[in-house]
């Protein structure tokens, strides 16, 4: 039996990078073959140096190896970009209990439940169709996000032209127009009653411009 193509389901590729799990006790760093190393604070520093590991909470896991941040895969910022405004522990449990896979027990279980949770959001993002999702992933994979080909890789291709009337992250594209100024009062009339014209014609300026006009009419009719 052959699947139609949009039945066919599509292959996930997770990155091929080891997984860092820096506790308070212990540094656990598992190997894309399943071997899973504990690690001195010093060696794991000299490690990240060399290597891009997928973890949990980057600037936390830097302060845990008293080190400044480094470049990694941060499953928070995958999380993010496939449910956006969802709410989040920051912890391997948290990205666990939010994607609805088995709590981990211990560190070792935690390792392994950060690559379950790659695959898992890459899988979600197979069934995406909005054109707008793989814009904006493809603007951010410009300009070096460290998901950007895996999140690529996961999204379905798009029609350029679709791709061409997506927004991205030109949010603006989808705003009504606006004016910053107020908008001009409509025109009407507005009557002048015996009072005010009384108060007009008394003033001093007011006669003045009176005589003014008077004297030019006088100028204009003797020509």
Do not use: Y
């Not at 015996?194 to 006669?207: K, M």
């Amino acid at each position: 039996m052959t699947l139609p193509p949009d039945r066919v389901p599509r292959r996930v590729l997770v990155p091929h990078a080891p997984v860092l799990v820096a506790g308070f006790r212990e540094v656990l760093w598992l190997h894309p073959d399943g071997e899973i190393e504990a690690l001195a604070p010093a060696d794991a520093r000299s490690r990240v140096e060399r290597e891009t590991p997928m973890l949990c909470h980057g600037p936390a896991t830097a302060r845990r190896l008293d080190m400044p941040g480094f470049p990694a895969l941060d499953l928070l910022e995958l999380f993010a970009f496939v449910h956006p405004a969802r709410f989040c522990v920051p912890t391997p449990r948290g990205l666990a209990e939010a994607l609805g896979l088995p709590a981990p027990a211990s560190s070792p279980e935690a390792c392994v439940t950060l690559a379950t949770v790659a695959r898992a959001l890459l899988e979600k993002l197979a069934e995406e169709v909005d054109p707008e999702v793989r814009a904006i992933a493809e603007v951010m994979d410009r300009g070096g996000w460290l998901w950007g080909p895996a999140v690529l890789a996961a999204l379905p291709a798009a029609e350029p032209s679709e791709l061409r009337k997506a927004a991205g992250l030109r949010v603006w594209i989808g705003l009504d127009e606006w004016s910053e100024p107020a908008p001009a009062p409509p025109p009407g009339n507005q009557p002048v009653g015996p009072r005010r014209l009384a108060r007009g014609w008394s003033s001093s300026s007011t006669r003045a411009t009176w005589a003014r006009m008077r004297r030019s009419s006088k100028r204009w009719g003797s020509r």
